[in-house]
């Protein structure tokens, strides 16, 4: 009688660890994708801001080389993440610049236009 009684414990503990541990299951997934969502929103305050510093620091008779520069540069960095950049620009005068930038990855599209200053 003993034996019987433990090998229903068994089974019967057994049984309810695993309905435990599937119940709890659910809360450890991560969802990749809105990890990726959220980086993406980050870096549109990155990019601007590194490209008005660009602008801030360079000499007028530079400034399209150094933002061509600082344009291609973070657009290669990004396409390693897998996050297509496009960019344009336009000197108004030496320091004033319209800028405009496009992310776009899998699920997510972005387009900011911004003067400097």
């Known amino acids: 009688m003993k034996g019987q009684f433990f090998i229903i414990s068994a089974v019967i503990i057994a049984s309810m660890l695993l309905v435990v541990s599937q119940h709890f299951s659910g809360f450890s997934r991560i969802l990749l994708t809105k990890n990726t969502?959220?980086?993406?929103?980050e870096y549109i305050g990155m990019i601007k801001k590194s490209l008005n510093n660009t602008i801030k620091i360079s000499d007028c008779s530079r400034l399209e080389d150094e933002i061509s520069a600082a344009e291609t540069f973070m657009s290669k960095e990004l396409a390693e993440q897998g996050i297509e950049m496009s960019a344009k620009h336009q000197i108004i005068s030496c320091g004033s610049v319209k800028l405009n930038?496009?992310?776009?990855s899998q699920n997510f599209f972005s387009s900011t236009e911004f003067l400097y200053p």
């Open 37 to 41: 969502e959220m980086s993406e929103l």
């Open 101 to 104: 930038f496009n992310l776009s």
